[in-house]
Nanobody, 120 residues
Framework: QLQLVESGGGLVQPGGSLRLSCAAS????????IGWFRQAPGKERERVPL?????GNTFSRESRFTMTRDNAKNTVDLQMNSLKPEDTAVYYC????????????????WGQGIQVTVSS
């Protein structure tokens, strides 16, 4: 069964850090472009500004967030630093062999999402 599973979410204070992980079963993540997305209550889903294609290159407009692959574990991690209350959301990872589809939120595979809450 092909699936993605996020882990590592939880409650963190403003200014703190959190590391999310996207694990895959049934597919090899290094062969896929991966994107992280988030959705806050009452808001539309938005792409966390990081994406990586099969070459392992990352694209980011957000210096607080870093994305890395661990091919041995078949995971893609999202390191989030200097977190703000407005980062509170459910975070999802998405995978597709098409970078373009992942970039616009149309990736074939999605995780179930994990809650990140930034609050004092």
């Amino acid at each position: 069964q092909l699936q993605l599973v996020e882990s590592g979410g939880g409650l963190v204070q403003p200014g703190g850090s959190l590391r999310l992980s996207c694990a895959a079963s049934g597919l090899t993540l290094k062969d896929y472009a991966i994107g992280w997305f988030r959705q806050a209550p009452g808001k539309e889903r938005e792409r966390v500004p990081l994406i990586t294609n099969g070459d392992g290159n990352t694209f980011s407009r957000e210096s607080r967030f870093t994305m890395t692959r661990d091919n041995a574990k078949n995971t893609v991690d999202l390191q989030m630093n200097s977190l703000k209350p407005e980062d509170t959301a459910v975070y999802y990872c998405s995978a597709d062999q098409s970078l373009d589809l992942v970039a616009v939120g149309q990736g074939l595979y999605w995780g179930q999402g994990i809650q990140v809450t930034v609050s004092s």
